[in-house]
């Protein structure tokens, strides 16, 4: 099914995007972070990252160099103001980027029902990893709520939704990773290994 554009969708949002955390944010973020058992040290690239939720959560992992890229100018531009030592890329994900080196993890969080290329979301994450490393798309919510969400904020983000298990797991297959886990409980977490 054909998605409309985003547009200018999350640059209007960004103003007001930190005030409007959904309860039970934090806890889920953090059985995230718990269930990828990040390395310190790692190489990390945040995608879809936004105004910068994920960045203090990265930082206490002890990550090594951190990159995060969004599509959005007034989301970087906000990212920016919070962190301003973070790198922060003003990017579409689901066309090429040049990164100076490889990456040891990619987290998608809260964001990947946005892109409307999902292979090409898969077979660049893979591109931009090195061996070993791992690539998560996880979110907050679980499939029934996000897609409840999404359905009552209606207009552009109408249509995007959390695809099933069972779909998720085939992109990280056919993409190329290995030991892949798909899991919606409280909150959707998955992963696949390069």
Partial sequence: ????????????????????????????????????????????????????????????????????VDSSPAMVQRFKAKHPEAAVLEADYEKPIVFPEPFDVIMIFNAFPHFRDEEAVFRRSRSYLSA???????????????????????????GDVLISDARMAGLYRKAGFTAVRVENTDHFYSEGTK
Avoid at 11 to 36: H, M, Q, V
Wanted: proline fraction near 6%.
């Fill in 1 to 68: 099914m054909s998605r409309p554009p985003l547009g200018g969708f999350f640059d209007r949002c960004a103003p007001s995007w930190d005030n409007g955390c959904p309860a039970g944010l934090t806890a889920a973020i953090s059985k995230i972070f718990a269930a990828a058992r990040l390395h310190p040290g790692s190489r990390i690239l945040d995608v879809g990252a936004g105004t910068g939720i994920l960045y203090p959560f990265f930082l206490k992992a002890g990550a090594g160099a951190y990159t995060a």
């Fill in 132 to 158: 070993g490393g791992r690539l998560f798309i996880c979110h907050s919510m679980n499939r029934e709520a996000l897609n409840a969400h999404h359905r009552d904020a209606g207009g552009t983000v109408a």
